[in-house]
């Protein structure tokens, strides 16, 4: 789910027969649920509604869903792999681990 450039997880509990989320890419906790397919997607939205109220309230900025800023670790011998590779492609290794990611990811989404 998305809203206002923020996403959303969303579980369903067969027990308590409720929809429930949180936003995600955000250290803070904001949660909503639903009974029902439209009362889950109204919820959402006002959680982000209120967690950006409640933000402006405080003074303090929103998160980010992401930052654009990504730390990687790997071994030495993969990270001459993707160099080489790079430079064989014309690029830098982030805008190279940059495409790579986003090509895998689009497989998912």
Known sequence: MKYKSYF????YSAEDKVFHGKLIGIKALVNFEGDSVKSLEKAFREAVDDYL???????KKPER???GNVT???EPQEHVQILL????AGMSVNKFIAKAA???AEHFI
């Open 8 to 11: 959303a997880e969303v579980n």
């Open 53 to 59: 109220d409640f933000c402006e309230k405080l003074g």
């Open 65 to 67: 869903t992401c930052s």
């Open 72 to 74: 990687l670790r790997m």
């Open 85 to 88: 590779a790079a430079k064989k």
């Open 102 to 104: 986003t090509e895998k």
